[in-house]
């Protein structure tokens, strides 16, 4: 945990690593996933990299892994997953997955292949049985003669004019969305000397592409002459029918309806002999195919790591650059030495200096995943800089709290948050792929403590479902009050509301032991109150919460050694801030500890008070709250404004007075380095051996960046206007705790006043009140979760969110980093 609450420390380290053990020793980098690569070769192509016959290769090999997965996944069947921990293979295996691979996939397509042209001759056997069993008859007469009679016959007696012609037959089957076309063509086309009849098939036949079931409509077409016959058979091409040949006799076409059924049982044998070895082949893709999907993807992995190293001048060995953290160097280092001890030659590691901002590394577990995700959704905070995710673990909850207090409401989001941490080893509940689950599957622990804080400020505003709960006696009296005020029955039936005077001895027995007293929610004065003590709750909670994000500020500026933002901005700012809203909350607060029941009438104002602060003027109907308030508040008036000159010019006035003097330092360095050249000529062997450390390395005495005063002074123009006017923007902003309390506090009320008390108050019978509150009961369940939780927990959520993002981490949080994203199979192996 001690990285949570600044970055580790990260180093940039060079690897040296032997050509012959390159490959092992970035495959257990990754197993590890210790390292983030730098590319050295960003100004070589992609294509023309070492390694990049090798990426090719893996990548092919995804394409067949692609093909197999499909083949399984068209068969109906599942992939396992692959075993955890499966090692990247060395690259001779390679080779042998790739035959092994191919071999599979071309047997499969075979086998696949054989399959369909078996279903798609079995399906031609089913429809042409259906042809012939369907029960077409030829027809003995046409419909069109030479003579204008319609009832001349077909086959004219013997040596009469057509005793030469001879009736054929067409039959086939078609798709049946296309039978009324090819009919109404077939008429137009041959002018009628045809008859057509066309059935439907009693069964349903087998798609042989797609497998399901479909109906085909059979034809029978009668015809004579050979043009016509020419068009009859350029039609059904078009229409894609299936013909098939069809005898006159009776007797020839049972024949054929036979033998058509004999080839049709010996082809399904066949059929089925195919599907059995072709499960048996699937069987093997089952089996192999996940591991070799993991292997691939890791050895395709580790080959493009390896081409963001650059080969060394001799071409012994490999040059990468990574960040790594510092506690994982002696780790980084045995991991080199085991993988690289088989080459005989180990890899080297040592840090070497960079000017580049290392990246952030922040580790994190289940508990603290979801907090940290809510701060890195701002920004990912610079390398060292102090972590918000720690604080927020407590102050996200609250704040979400002090707006969604109610301890039914926060009961159910607790309980609803503590099944899924129950269950959250539960492969079920890991793998579910529902987006809306998943968001909240993540942020389980988030629930958890938003609903726990729920139910506690739900006990300090005593509210469950809206009602008011007397868990301890209240400390109001209204006995006491009607014995000693008189109460008559006549001044009962005349006063409708009655009002309990705390000066009056015995009415007032003490505060509460927690949270509100129960009385107040009978009393009509209720919401005044409760505006009161929220509004000014909000306005404490708001300063409070930005003065620690000032604080941490304070860590910053000592780690980064920026000394002089300690006096010239921390200090004007915490003076401006709490010189004017801390002000504003000691008045709050004196007040409540000032005044009693009794002096409540001639409390003053705090509002009034603190706008005179501003106007440097009194108030003669409101007296001020403490002696010498008016020179107090006039004097942190004028420090505040002075503050603003301070905060405006001294970050800039300072960084340009210490650039002159780095300048005035840089012009004498030249005469230094001119006397020592007198002495002795450096050895030039110490930097020729340091040649391959180097290359493609950061140097460390870079020039620095050319101080412009106009910049500098415009990005302190913009932070001082931002903070200054943000202090009472701010501050204002943490109204919305108030408000959104408010709101859900009145919308629960509302809830329960038109449902459940609509629903208690219907029916006189027991039996007849208890049917009536089920559906009741349900439709205010129903509307408890959805717009209570939901709804409005949604919306106090985004509250809360902003509240963290714009008032509180802007004041010492940039969030200008940039996540350590290390090499690691992780991804992989899922």
Not at 37 to 57: E, G, I, K
Not at 319 to 338: F, G, H, K, S, V
Not at 340 to 359: K, L, N, Q, Y
Not at 771 to 777: D, E, G, R
């Amino acid at each position: 945990m001690g990285s949570m609450f600044r970055s580790e420390e990260v180093a940039l380290v060079q690897l040296f690593l032997p050509t012959a053990a390159a490959y092992t020793c970035v495959s257990q980098l990754g197993e590890l996933g210790l390292v983030e690569f730098r590319d050295l070769n960003a100004s070589v192509s992609a294509f023309q990299r070492r390694f990049v016959v090798d990426v090719r290769r893996c990548e092919e090999l995804e394409k067949t892994f692609t093909f197999l997965q499909e083949e399984v996944r068209r068969a109906g069947l599942m992939l396992p997953l692959p075993e955890a921990g499966l090692p990247a293979p060395p690259p001779r295996d390679l080779l042998r997955i790739q035959e092994e691979t191919d071999r599979l996939a071309q047997e499969l397509r075979d086998v696949r292949g054989n399959q369909q042209a078996l279903r798609a001759q079995w399906h031609q056997l089913q429809l042409h049985s259906a042809v012939l069993g369907q029960g077409h008859s030829p027809p003995s007469v046409a419909t069109h003669t030479d003579g204008p009679s319609e009832r001349t016959p077909l086959l004219q007696a013997p040596g009469g004019p057509h005793q030469d012609l001879r009736v054929n037959f067409v039959a086939g089957a078609v798709e049946p969305h296309k039978a009324a076309a090819l009919e109404r063509l077939l008429w137009r086309a041959c002018r009628g000397f045809l008859i057509a009849s066309f059935r439907e098939t009693e069964q349903q036949l087998e798609d042989p592409v797609t497998g399901e079931p479909a109906t085909w409509m059979t034809f029978l077409i009668s015809y004579w002459g050979g043009q016509i016959g020419q068009k009859i058979r350029k039609i059904t091409d078009c229409f894609h029918c299936h013909v098939f040949p069809f005898a006159e006799e009776e007797a020839a076409r049972h024949a054929a309806l036979q033998q058509l059924q004999q080839q049709s049982q010996e082809l399904q044998e066949v059929l089925g002999e195919t599907e059995r070895f072709l499960s048996q082949v699937l069987g093997r893709v089952q089996r192999l195919l996940p591991p070799w999907q993991v292997q691939i993807r890791k050895m395709k992995a580790v080959y493009l790591a390896l081409n963001q190293c650059s080969v060394s001048s001799t071409h012994k060995c490999l040059i990468a650059e990574a960040w790594c953290a510092t506690r994982d160097l002696p780790t980084l280092q045995q991991a080199l030495q085991d993988s690289s001890s088989e080459a005989g030659v180990s890899a080297v590691v040592h840090c070497i200096p960079c000017r580049d901002m290392p990246p952030t590394l922040i580790r994190t577990n289940r508990f603290t995943a979801s907090f940290q995700g809510i701060v890195d959704a701002y920004g990912v905070g610079r390398y060292q800089e102090v972590n918000p995710a720690p604080y927020t673990i407590i102050t996200f909850p609250f704040l979400f709290a002090v707006m969604f207090g109610d301890v039914g409401h926060g009961l159910l989001m607790f309980l609803f948050a503590l099944a899924m941490v129950l269950a959250e080893n539960q492969p079920a509940v890991k793998s579910a792929q529902n987006e809306i689950w998943r968001t909240f599957f993540g942020g389980r622990y988030l629930l958890l403590l938003m609903g726990l804080f729920s139910v506690y400020t739900g006990f300090i505003y005593n509210e469950c479902f809206s009602r008011a709960t007397a868990i301890f006696p209240s400390g109001w009296s209204v006995a006491a009050m009607a014995n000693q005020s008189g109460w008559s029955d006549a001044f009962l039936a005349q006063h409708q509301l009655l009002a309990l005077d705390p000066n009056v001895t015995g009415v007032f027995l003490g505060p509460y032991p927690f949270g509100i007293d129960p009385v107040w929610s009978l009393a009509v004065n209720h919401l005044s109150f409760l505006n009161s003590f929220k509004m000014k709750m909000s306005i404490i909670l708001g300063v409070t919460h930005m003065t620690f994000g000032v604080v941490l500020g304070v860590f910053n500026h000592v780690h980064f050694g920026q000394w002089h933002r300690l006096l010239l901005e921390t200090l004007p700012e915490l003076v401006f801030l709490l010189g004017l809203f801390g002000y504003l909350v000691f008045l709050v607060v004196y007040k409540w500890l000032s005044f009693t029941a009794a002096s409540a009438a001639t409390a003053p104002s705090i509002l009034i008070h603190f706008i005179n602060m501003f106007l440097f003027s009194r108030s003669r109907t409101n007296k001020p709250l403490f002696q010498g308030q008016e020179v107090v508040q006039s004097t942190l008036v004028v420090l505040a404004l002075a503050t603003v000159p301070v905060l405006l010019l001294g970050t800039p006035l300072f960084l340009r007075r210490r650039h002159q003097r780095r300048q005035s330092s840089r012009r004498r360095q030249p005469l230094d380095e001119d006397k020592a050249g007198l002495l002795g000529q450096p050895d030039v062997s110490v930097a020729s051996q340091n040649c391959d450390e180097e290359k493609a390395g950061c140097l460390g005495d870079q020039e620095e960046e050319e101080f412009v005063l106009s910049e500098v002074f415009m990005h302190q123009a913009i932070h001082t206007i931002e903070f200054c006017l943000g202090c009472i923007s701010n501050t204002a902003s943490y109204l919305r705790l108030w408000a959104l309390s408010l709101a859900h506090a009145q919308l629960s009320e509302v809830l329960w006043a038109m449902v459940m008390r609509v629903g208690l108050g219907l029916g006189g019978k027991m039996g007849v009140e208890a049917l009536v509150l089920v559906p009741v009961f349900a439709a205010f369940a129903v509307m408890t979760v959805a717009i209570l939780l939901v709804m409005e927990g949604l919306s106090a959520f985004l509250h809360a969110l902003r509240l963290h993002w714009v008032e509180f981490q802007n004041k010492f949080y940039s969030g200008s980093g940039y996540k350590l994203s290390p090499f690691t199979f992780a991804v992989e192996d899922e």
